[in-house]
């Protein structure tokens, strides 16, 4: 019951946070994200964010594969294509 009342205090917070980041960043000096504006708990380090890209990318890599794969069994492409 905990979690949920987190999680949605989280995400009120967020909305909050998304409120304010627009209204102020038009006065903003210098840009910024909006969790630099405005961190919150629970928000991904700059680390974090590289290793679910990193992440992403190579699933989405697979993935491609595994299409080009099927095209070329299917008889859609003339040469079987690798991805490097």
């Known amino acids: 019951m905990r979690e949920g009342y987190e999680r949605a205090n989280t ?6 946070r998304s409120v304010m980041f ?3 960043s038009p006065y903003l000096k210098n840009k910024m994200s909006i969790t630099d504006f405005f961190p919150l708990p629970g928000d991904p380090t700059l680390e974090e964010i590289k290793s679910m890209k990193e992440a992403e990318a190579e699933r989405m890599k697979v993935d491609m594969q595994k299409k080009f794969d099927e095209y070329f069994s299917k008889g859609y492409l003339n040469k ?5």
């Open 11 to 16: 995400e009120q917070w967020r909305m909050v």
């Open 22 to 24: 627009m209204v102020a």
């Open 80 to 84: 079987k294509v690798i991805l490097a």
